[in-house]
């Protein structure tokens, strides 16, 4: 076991995954936080996944525990921060790791529904994980904040409800930032590329009809770096180090993890 976050206590929400062949996002970043140390609270809809990354945790001798929770909902933000608090005793890191893209389409076609659906997820969502648990890192006078946007909001994307959600998402960071700097706070962005996660490989396998071979392989061949998709352990070492005393003076950055996709733009 690691030291990186020896004493410290996370939140992830959407600590779960969907069922594929690899790991997702959420699942990696909580079982790396346990392993540099953390305690860590696993949130999401799902508890049942979440609690199967709970399990993890705790076979290799890590500390988690599991609750449902949904970011949509401001009573379900409030009610994690302070679980977290009363089984924790503090909370030190926020990762906030869900996004959707369910029904999305260009900006004529996109139903309003879906809009409303991807902009409560996305963006909604993680203003109020935010809200709810800034100010209790104000109060202790440190906290960290991941966010977990996408190289959608830069690059080119068909759907105009994920890339502009994914944006906002950004600036959000930004904004956050900035206001909570004196308090000792500190709030930065994650944008992944191509990840072979199941919510991309499978989700995607899925929707489009495309056999889960040939999509890996489009994917792999659009990376810069080595032709090669990047994983959920990648996302999670950039979330550790951002979370971590290593980035002490880092806050409002909104750093693309993607293989070099981000140079193609323009």
Partial sequence: MGARLRDR????????????????NGRAVAILYAREGARVLCVDRDEASAEETCEVVRREGGNASALHGDVTRSEDCAAMVAICR????????????????????GALAIEESAWDAIF?????????????????????????????????????????????????????????????????????????????????????????????????????????????????WDVAYASLFLASDEARFVTGVVLPVDGGQTLRRG
């Fill in 120 to 232: 409560d997820t996305n963006l909604k969502g993680a203003w109020l994980a935010c809200k709810h648990a800034i100010p209790v890192m104000r109060e202790q006078g440190s906290g960290s904040v991941i966010l977990i946007s996408s190289i959608a909001a830069v690059c080119g994307y068909p759907g105009v409800g994920y890339k502009v959600s994914k944006a906002a998402l950004n600036a959000l960071a930004e904004q956050l930032a900035l206001a909570n700097a004196r308090h000792h706070v500190r709030v930065n962005a994650i944008m992944p590329g191509q990840m072979n996660t199941p919510m991309a490989i499978e989700g995607i396998s899925r929707g489009r009809g495309v056999a889960k071979e040939e999509l890996i392989a489009r994917r792999d061949a659009s990376v810069p770096l080595g032709a090669k998709m990047g994983t959920a």
């Fill in 9 to 24: 206590v996370a939140i992830v929400v959407g600590a779960g995954q969907t069922p594929g062949d690899t790991i997702g």
């Fill in 86 to 105: 009363e089984r924790f005793g503090r909370l030190d890191v926020l990762h906030e790791n869900v996004g959707i893209a369910g029904g999305d389409a």
